[in-house]
C-alpha cells in the first residue's frame, strides 16, 4: 500500500505529550504510532479527521470586584471556529451576579455549544 502523507501531532490529551505519528494511505485508512494509549489513537483520529478544541477564555464583567469571570464551551468545537469564538467573546459585557455553570452566550458562533461561566461573581 503506497502512503500518501505522514503527519507529526502532539498528543494533548494527557501531560505525557507523546508524539504521535500518523500516516495516511491511498485507501483513507490511517496509521497510528507513538501513543502509549488508546485515547491517544482516538486524537489522532479525531485531529486528522474533524479536529476540535474547548476554548477557556474569560469575558469582562461591568461593575464587579473581578473584571473578569472564566468561561469555557460547554463542550469541544471545530477548531476552525474557535478564533470566531474569541472574537465574539472579546465583545461582550455581563452583568453580575453571576452563577457558576450560567449560560454566557448560547450558540456561540453558530457551533450550538453554549459558552458557560466557570465561577461565580458577586
Ligand atoms: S497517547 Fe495517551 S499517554 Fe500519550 S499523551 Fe495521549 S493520552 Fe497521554
Same mark, same amino acid.
Given at each position: 500500500?503506497?502512503? %500518501?502523507?505522514?503527519?507529526e501531532l ?5 501531560? /505525557?505529550?507523546?508524539? /504521535?505519528?500518523? !500516516? ?6 490511517l496509521d497510528?504510532?507513538? @501513543? ?8 489522532? @483520529? ?5 479536529? !476540535?478544541?474547548? =476554548? ?12 473578569? =469571570?472564566?468561561?469555557? !464551551? ?8 474557535? %478564533?470566531?469564538? /474569541? ?6 459585557? =455581563? ?11 448560547? @450558540? =456561540? ?6 459558552i458557560v461561566? !466557570?465561577?461565580?461573581?458577586?
Amino acid at each position: 500500500m503506497a502512503s %500518501m502523507d505522514k503527519k507529526e501531532l502532539i498528543c494533548i490529551c494527557c501531560p /505525557i505529550g507523546c508524539v /504521535i505519528t500518523v !500516516t495516511s494511505h491511498e485507501d483513507g485508512t490511517l496509521d497510528v504510532k507513538g @501513543n502509549s494509549c488508546k485515547r491517544g489513537e482516538e486524537y489522532a @483520529n479525531k485531529e486528522l479527521t474533524a479536529p !476540535t478544541r474547548i =476554548v477557556t477564555t474569560t469575558v469582562r464583567v461591568r461593575g464587579a470586584s473581578r473584571p473578569v =469571570v472564566p468561561v469555557k !464551551t460547554k463542550c469541544d468545537i471545530p477548531k476552525d471556529k474557535v %478564533m470566531e469564538c /474569541i472574537k465574539a467573546l472579546k465583545e461582550i459585557e =455581563v452583568t453580575p451576579p453571576i452563577r457558576l455553570g450560567e449560560t454566557i452566550v448560547a @450558540n =456561540v458562533a453558530d457551533t450550538g455549544v453554549d459558552i458557560v461561566a !466557570t465561577k461565580a461573581v458577586e
